[in-house]
Each structure stands twice: as C-alpha cells, then as structure tokens.
C-alpha cells in the first residue's frame, strides 16, 4: 500500500516518455540523396510530414478519468513528433498534448496537527486524439453543485486557453454505478421517476463545458432499470443539451447512448 507523503503542496516533474524527444540515430537517417530535404517547399513538407504520421496511432484509445489516476497510456508515441520542431508543429496539430496528474487526496489527519496527509500523484503527458479518446466522469461528479466545475472535476488540462471550455473531448463517458447502488430512486430524490430541479441544472451545468461534444455514453446502467426509468434518465440530458443548443447557435445535440452493466448491447436514443 502506497505510503501518505506529509506536505503542504507538491511539485513534482511530468513523468514523459523519452521517445518523445529522443533524436533519430545516425542508423535510422535519410539516405544521402534526401539530405536537400530542407530545401523543399514548407508545403511539401508540411504534406510529407502529414503523411508520415501513423495512421494507426489511435487504433488503441485511452480512456481518462481526471481526478483519478486509472488510466494506461500504451500508444507509442509517433516518430514526427521527435523528428523536428516543424514535424513536431504539424504533429501537434492532430493531436494534444496534455498533462494529466491526479488530484492529491488527502488520507487523514496527522496526530497532534491540524495538516493532512497528502498522497501525491506523478503527471502523465499524452496525445490526446479527441477523434477516438474517451472522458470518464463518475454519476457523483454531476449531482454535485459545484461553483468551479474546472477545478472540481481536474479538468484544467483538457480546458481551452483564454476559451473557458473544452473542444478536445469529443466523447464523454458517465459511470452510473454510483446511481444503480443505491436503494431504488434514492439518487431521483424520492420523487418517483423526476431528478430534482437543482440535479438537473447541476448537469446541465456540467455538460455546458463540453463544447464540442458527439456522443455522451451512460455506462454500467443496471438491468434492474425499467424501461420508463431509462428512457426518462436519458431524457433528462437531450432536454439540457436542447437547451444549450438554443442558446448556442450552431451546437451540435450529441448522440446519447445508455450502455447496460451485463455486457448487452448499448440502447440509442434516437431523435
């Protein structure tokens, strides 16, 4: 079991893959005849660099919980990406690069003071492909009203600069075990099959930072659900994403997709 670090704040150094950075070896260099490389057009060799990234960089996506460290990272990052500051440059433009650190949890409290323990995270660095990349934001993460949802949810690496929201992610993944473990209707505040108002704007909150949003999938949603309660459930979020999209003109309504714990197929609501 990791062992509590006592300390006030940590700042510790992102933990990056040398692959990164590591220079290409004189083994690996451009025959002689293509050392006038440099001489090119910058849009030829904007189009040789843009073909050489790996097509396939993506074929294996990672899924991010933000405020937990959960996530693998098993891509190799692309060889453009350390070729060059321009192959670099052009790399960048397809995917992000993020740092991603979990949050600090504080253990408990030392005996005889008033500081806590802190657990202390390493930061990951990553390419983020919003094209394939999955967001994970437990069903607690919602229901919470919250005044600095960035801050809250540790999502200040996926936000954009100066922008305030996020158009990186473009599939968003809600676990709703933490709904399905309590007692029937417990998380719809008694009242039968109707979330709460304060809920509701809780969510509607929350989903207003994704921007550029696609798909919203409800994961691990128990069997024992009625019908009625699914399809209520995800009503509940095309009625906020219908009106942020009339407060936002040209917003896209995300497919929304409730996938059920048992491994059956995901239900679509169509619209």
Request: with cysteine.
């Amino acid at each position: 079991m990791e062992t509590p670090i006592f300390c006030q704040s940590s700042k510790l150094l992102a933990l990056e893959p040398t692959s990164f950075y590591e220079p290409i070896k004189a083994s690996n260099a451009a025959p002689h005849g293509f050392q006038r490389f440099t001489s090119f057009p910058p849009e030829i060799r904007l189009q040789i660099w843009r073909a050489a990234i790996p097509v396939d960089f993506s074929n294996i996506p990672i899924n991010v919980k933000p405020y937990s460290y959960t996530y693998r990272d098993r891509r190799a990052p692309p060889k453009t990406l350390s070729v060059s500051r321009e192959s670099r440059q052009e790399t960048l433009k397809y995917f992000r690069r993020l740092e991603l650190r979990a949050a600090e949890i504080s253990d408990s409290v030392r005996p005889g003071h008033n500081e806590r323990l802190l657990r202390r995270y390493p930061s990951q660095l990553v390419l983020w492909d919003k094209t394939t990349d999955v967001l994970t934001l437990d069903w607690w993460c919602l229901v919470e009203d919250v005044k600095d949802v960035v801050q809250y949810l540790n999502l200040q690496p996926f936000v954009d600069p100066g922008k305030g929201g996020i158009s990186c992610v473009q599939t968003l993944d809600i676990d709703t075990q933490a709904c399905n473990s309590h007692p029937r209707f417990h998380y719809f505040g008694g009242l039968g099959q109707v979330l709460p108002s304060r809920v509701i704007a809780s969510i509607e909150k929350k989903m207003s930072y994704f921007v550029e949003l696609r798909e919203l999938r409800l994961s691990m949603w128990s069997t024992r659900r009625t019908y009625d309660e699914e399809k209520y459930f995800m009503g509940v979020f095309e009625a906020c994403f219908k009106r942020l999209a009339e407060s936002r003109p040209g917003y896209c309504i995300p497919m929304i997709t409730l996938e059920l714990d048992d491994g059956h197929n995901a239900r679509r609501l169509l619209r």
